[in-house]
C-alpha cells in the first residue's frame, strides 16, 4: 500500500515551552482510515493541523502523497488541502437546513470544482452515506 501521509519525528513546542507533540512518527497508507485519540491537551489537533499544512511544526517532516509539505509556501499548501486533505470531527458542522449532498455541494461551488454535483455524491458514497444524500444532518448519527 502506497502512503498517503508519512510523519517522522514531529515535534511542536508552543510560545512559553508548551510541547503538544514530541518525536512523533506514523505513516497512513492510501485508503486507511485513521482515529486520533487521546486526552485533552495531548496534541491531537497540532498534530492534524500540522499535516494539514495550517501550522508549521517545530521539529520534524511531513509528508503527504509524496510530497514535503513542512516546505511549501502557502498557495501551495491550500492547494493540497483543497484537492487531497479532509477531516471528520466527532462533532461535525453542517447546516441544518440543507441535506448532506447540499451541504458539500455548496462548498464545491464555492471552490469553483468541476462537476461538484458528481463530486459530491462520490464523496457521499465513498463515505457510505450515499444512500443518505437528501437527508439532514439532524437525520444522520454521527
Known amino acids: 500500500m502506497s502512503e498517503a501521509v508519512r510523519v517522522e519525528g514531529l515535534s511542536k513546542v508552543y510560545e512559553g515551552g508548551v510541547r503538544a507533540l514530541k518525536g512523533v512518527s506514523l505513516d497512513v497508507g492510501v485508503g486507511e482510515f485513521v482515529g486520533v485519540m487521546g486526552p485533552s491537551g495531548s496534541g491531537k489537533s497540532t498534530l492534524l493541523h500540522i499535516i494539514a499544512g495550517l501550522e508549521k511544526p517545530t521539529e520534524g517532516k511531513v509528508w503527504v ?16 488541502r483543497q484537492k487531497n486533505i479532509g477531516f471528520v470531527f466527532q462533532f461535525y458542522y453542517l447546516m441544518e437546513d440543507f441535506s448532506a449532498y447540499e451541504n458539500l455541494l455548496i462548498i464545491g461551488r464555492l471552490a469553483r470544482i468541476k462537476d461538484a454535483e458528481k463530486k459530491a455524491r462520490e464523496i457521499l458514497e465513498f463515505l457510505g452515506l450515499g444512500h443518505r444524500l437528501r437527508h439532514k444532518p439532524s437525520e444522520l448519527s454521527g
Open 65 to 80: 502523497f509524496g510530497q514535503d509539505i513542512t516546505q511549501m509556501k502557502e498557495d501551495e499548501l491550500s492547494a493540497l
